[in-house]
């Protein structure tokens, strides 16, 4: 198999971790998060995440607009990005790990190429169908679904951002991953 081929699950240790290195557009890569408390042992759950397809500009604001999801175009300047991810929670190891996760706005957010600047979300009445904001996964559950992000017209490599879920860095997982919002 070719580094090129899509779905490929990246074992690169530093795919991901930075502005620098991110995940490229069709390529699956696996993480792990925390649940629980710091009170008591953490659970350590896997996901899988896939940026699928990027809509950005015109082809993206159709999709909005048909779809009711705002009321009109963003602020001056400033142009909608669609997302299309794979999205997979898994249970790591035994044990009884039934704990379900549920994507919150915020866990993807579209960054500056340099890594320094967040863009807000746009204001919206709903995600794009279907969605993934607010869907509940328990482990074993894997499904697609888009995100609605904004970026500056003038960013060209923006990226995209995976906040990961950790407990007060018991196992020491925090941060990032990093994805490419752009086409190459």
């Known amino acids: 198999m070719s580094e090129n081929t899509s779905n490929i699950i990246s074992t690169n240790l530093d795919l991901g971790s930075s502005h ?7 390529v699956s890569i696996k ?8 009170y008591s042992a953490p659970e350590i759950f896997d996901l899988e995440i896939t940026v699928l397809e990027i809509l950005r500009g015109q082809e993206a604001w159709d999709q909005v607009r048909d779809q009711g999801v705002t009321d009109g ?17 898994y249970r790591r190891g035994r044990g009884f790990g039934e704990t379900p996760y549920t994507l919150t706005n915020g866990q993807f957010i579209a960054i500056s190429s340099d890594g320094k600047t967040r863009y ?30 904004q970026v500056p017209r003038d960013e060209k490599q923006p990226r995209l951002v995976f906040n990961r879920e ?11 991953v990093w994805f490419e919002l752009f086409m190459r």
């Open 20 to 26: 620098l290195t991110p995940v490229p557009l069709g």
């Open 73 to 89: 175009p963003l602020s001056s300047g400033f142009e909608y990005v669609l997302v299309r991810i794979g999205f997979g929670y």
């Open 166 to 176: 950790y407990v007060e860095g018991v196992y020491g997982i925090w941060g990032f």
């Open 31 to 38: 993480t792990k998060i925390e649940r629980g408390d710091a």
């Open 120 to 149: 807000e979300m746009p204001s919206v009445f709903k995600q794009p169908e279907p969605g993934l904001m607010g869907e509940s996964f328990i482990p074993g559950d894997s499904r697609e679904g888009w995100v609605l992000l």
